[in-house]
């Protein structure tokens, strides 16, 4: 009797432990945050069906928590446009359709969110978005857009510039459920930009970039919004002492000449903006044909699109790579 009373008892214990691990499984919430400093790398190997409900993401306008996998988006930087087309997301999409560059052009058709300076509120409140990616140009309306879905500002700093951008590009990937591609497509351009400094290193040209914009001139070092090429890729500055602003330091023929770099990096703005001075008529200066990129055929046009709208994107930033080590 006392073996059956036993028997019993144990068969009742097991059961209730197994309801009991039952419930804890299914009531519990994962969720994935992205701190504006740190990369969100270790969900890389979470499946679409374990994704997490919630992704909160920290940012420096605050803090903003979206669901996972949202369905209707409004995006207006065009590097998180650029990454999310890289890592093939399928969502419904409301972006400014004006101001896009020709490797997004394929986003035209979307719903237009607005000019890139100025978003429609009236067209994204009746678009009716999950979530809603600004950046610098539209700041202004971040607390506007925030009162229609939850806004998330995209940080992308020229001193910090490839620790956001991976950032970003992980952010994404976990809202999506895209991880394990995101790690690939980070992989292959890590491994482009210690090409390009193996290829810097070993050379002696001191590179210049310079903006042109309806015949006027500004440059631009270590530390700018172009600072990429001396800050990630190593490429060596003709001038060490050019001032970090948001619309570069002034220039002139004059110091151009006085710089003599090897390298004369230019970024025509006018080219992008409908400017009626191309930058290369701008550039056709005597002083700057006897600097050392002039003799040497090495006045560089940047593709504008890509460095002066494009943004840090999957797409972009391995474009940006390729064409300053091209110029090498």
Known sequence: ??????????????????????????????????????????????????????????????????????????????????????????????????NLTSYLDQYKDATNAGGIKQPDIEAIYTFAPDVIFISGRQADYYKELNEIAPTVYVDQEATTYMEDFERNVNTIATLFGKQS????????????????????????????????????????????????????????????????????????????SKVNPDILFVVDRSAVVGGEVKGSDTLDNDLVKQTNAGKNNKIVYLDAETWYLGGAGLTSVKSMIEEVVNAL
Request: glycine share 6%; proline share 1%.
């Open 1 to 98: 009797m006392r073996k059956i009373i036993s028997a019993a008892l144990c068969t009742t214990l097991a059961m209730s432990m197994l309801v009991g691990c039952g419930a804890t499984s299914s009531e519990t919430t994962t969720q994935v945050e992205t701190e504006a400093t740190t990369s969100a790398t270790n969900s890389d190997t979470q499946s679409t069906s374990d994704q997490a409900e919630d992704v909160t993401i920290t940012h420096s306008q605050g803090t903003t928590t979206v669901k996972a996998n949202p369905k209707k988006v409004v995006v207006f930087d065009l590097g998180i446009l650029d990454i999310m087309d890289s890592l093939g997301i399928e969502a419904e999409l409301a972006v400014p359709t004006d």
């Open 181 to 256: 591609l995101a790690k690939e497509q980070l992989a292959e351009i890590e491994s482009l930009v210690e090409k390009a400094k193996e290829k810097t290193e070993a050379s002696d040209e001191k590179a210049l970039i310079i903006l042109t914009n309806e015949g006027s001139l500004s440059a631009y070092g270590k530390g700018s919004r172009y600072g990429i090429i001396h800050d990630v890729l190593g490429v060596k500055a003709a001038d060490d002492t050019i001032e970090v602003s948001t619309h570069g330091q002034e220039a002139s023929f004059e110091y151009i």
